[in-house]
């Protein structure tokens, strides 16, 4: 028989009664039942109830042990009585008489249960990952990820995909979020980055002449942390050559349905082709370019059935600028004071003044609340039944500048959706968000940038860099969003060195920052590049999603704190002179006020 195990604890079944077996594993769980000592007994596959008698060799040592101590143990498999059958367990139906026990490793008091997994601090539970992931829900999300990566990696072979890696020591890119700076012993004062994303690389891959590419990437970026962004996280990276943005959702959409679909538990997946939304239409309708299209409400733009008059604030609203609107927001089943009261407060304490709204009121016999009282009946009937709304509903209103408000009012909309329970939880919605502004204004700088990613092509390609107002042009730039979560982005890149040139001289670089920055691709441009296009979906924010979890820290074995910090490791750490003159280096730590 194997040293340790001859079945893991997670394989018995009542076909086994009667075997000898052997197993190791951790105490889940111990009780003793006037004089017989219950364990469960947990390794990486299940559990296992095992019986101590007193007589068992070794009885006494293990009555004492703590939980999580790791034992082996020789036994006999035997079928458990009817009424302690244990129908949540696959190996429910067996329980192991122990005739010999081995403590193979005793555990000290635990700063944290294991067993019952309640609520514990972040800073412990990450302090001592390796218990926290020895818990249930945790463990499975691990595996899950390894499950979904397998998956991934077989449906994109299997789409003609080939995997190669690219660097993690590479330049700093002056685009995106702040680079990872890894100091070189080698050349005194000089810096390599950690990849961003391996954006250049896999493009320069493609002028090789490589056709479909696609990596299990890790990325990094040195930027403000939350639920669903670390400063280190994988990608899907993709990229093919001689493709239209079309091609490159036809062979990306089967993998993600396929993916979903696969570990779904039993959730609708959105069939493919997923919808295409326009980045305009999804701010107007959502007030968002992530929607979660689990929830069905739709803002419609109503300006028109104030203008001129009606509601006095919202007329002068209109009036006061050409650009200014009134944005509704259907809340269906949403007809009464209460609720519209409480979405009032919940916009004051949101930081607006208030949230206007109308709702059907039985004491009026028709459509009540300010607005409507303001409106007159046959108007605000005629404002209500353009949005589709009935007796028992409400709308709720929105005005201003929507280039201002918009985001406010997709929160609204998230909200009213929440409340009234009108999102559908049991389903993964899926769509595309395409045609990106290429550029944007940057009011801080007084200047126009990239909005999205500076290596796309932009629609129009060099005539429209030439002849349209910068905040005009549409770039092939898409998203995936997946439940309110933009699981990629993606571009058709820009292959062309005139144009990438213009595209950055309109961003405010001249031709020798880009030369000198991103010199390599652009040289190998100018000696044949294909039309190609890609994407990189988030392997941390797909398993999140799956897992049914909020942040992907529960979805990463060993994840960094809210704070950037390794509580496990003790990094970022000081490190020593000698090191730091090796490297040429000298610290300055931050003057205190």
Request: with cysteine; hydrophobic share 40%.
């Amino acid at each position: 028989m194997h040293a340790y195990r001859s079945h893991n604890c997670g394989q018995l079944r009542a076909s086994d009664t009667g075997a000898a077996v052997r197993l190791s594993g951790w105490i889940h769980r111990k009780r003793d039942h006037g004089g017989l000592v219950f364990i469960d007994l947990r390794d990486h596959y299940g559990l296992t109830q095992l019986v101590l008698h007193p007589e068992t060799p070794g009885f006494d040592v293990v009555e004492r042990l703590r939980t999580e101590s790791v034992l082996k143990i020789d036994g006999e498999v035997v079928a458990r009585s009817p009424e302690t059958v244990n129908a949540n367990l696959p190996t429910g139906e067996v329980e192991v008489r122990v005739k010999a026990v081995e403590v193979l490793s005793e555990a000290a008091e635990l700063p944290l249960p294991v067993f019952g997994e309640p609520d514990y601090p972040e800073e412990i539970r990450l302090k001592h990952r390796y218990l926290d992931l020895r818990r249930e829900t945790l463990h499975k999300n691990i595996v899950l990820r390894s499950k979904v990566i397998q998956s991934i990696r077989a449906r994109m072979f299997g789409q003609g995909f080939n995997e190669f890696q690219t660097p993690i020591l590479t330049a700093s890119s002056p685009e995106g979020a702040r680079d990872f700076l890894v100091p070189s012993r080698l050349h005194p004062s000089k810096f390599y980055a950690l990849p961003q994303a391996p954006q250049q690389f896999k493009q320069l891959l493609m002028v090789s002449g490589f056709d479909r590419y696609f990596q299990i990437a890790p990325c990094f970026r040195d930027e403000d942390l939350r639920a669903d962004r670390s400063l280190e996280f994988y990608q899907l990276d993709v990229e093919m050559s001689f493709v239209t943005q079309e091609d490159v959702f036809a062979a990306i959409e089967p993998v993600m349905h396929g993916v979903f679909e696969e570990f779904a538990d039993g959730k609708r997946v959105s069939a493919y082709p997923f919808d295409r939304i326009p980045y305009r239409e999804a701010i107007s309708k959502y007030g968002s370019d992530k929607p979660d299209l689990r929830n069905p409400i739709e803002m419609q733009d109503v300006s028109e059935h104030f203008r001129g008059g009606g509601f006095g604030l919202f007329a002068k609203i209109l009036d006061a600028d050409a650009k200014n609107a009134v944005w509704a927001i259907p809340a269906p089943t949403g007809g009464s004071r209460a609720f519209c009261d409480r979405m009032n407060s919940w916009a004051q304490g949101e930081g607006q003044p208030g949230l206007g709204y109308v709702f059907w009121s039985e004491d009026q016999g028709g459509w009540g609340g300010p607005i409507a009282k303001n409106l007159g009946a046959e108007a605000a009937d005629k404002l209500m039944t353009s949005l589709g709304l009935k007796s028992g509903d409400a709308a709720f209103f929105v005005a201003g500048d929507p280039s201002v408000f918009y985001k406010f009012a997709g929160s609204a909309r998230t909200k009213v959706g929440t409340d009234l329970n009108l999102v559908d939880e049991d389903q993964f919605k899926f769509c595309w968000i395409v045609d990106f502004p290429m550029f944007e204004w940057n009011e801080d700088e007084k200047r126009v940038d990239f909005s999205h990613n500076p290596f796309s092509m932009p629609q129009g390609e060099l005539e429209a860099l030439t002849t349209k107002d910068p905040l005009d042009i549409l770039a092939y730039q898409y998203d995936i969003v997946c439940n309110g979560y933009e699981l990629c982005s993606g571009a058709i890149r820009n292959h062309k060195p005139e144009i990438m040139l213009k595209a950055f001289e309109i961003a405010g670089y001249g031709a020798e920052v880009v030369e000198e920055q991103f010199g390599g691709m652009l040289n190998a441009f100018r000696y044949g590049a294909p039309p190609h296009g890609g994407l990189a979906p988030g392997i941390d924010r797909i398993v999140m999603l799956l897992a049914g979890q909020t942040a992907i820290r529960e979805v990463i074995a060993f994840p960094l704190n809210q704070q950037g910090q390794d509580l496990l490791m003790n990094a970022p750490a000081e490190v020593q002179d000698r090191q730091l003159k090796e490297l040429h280096i000298r610290t300055a730590p931050p003057i205190k006020a």
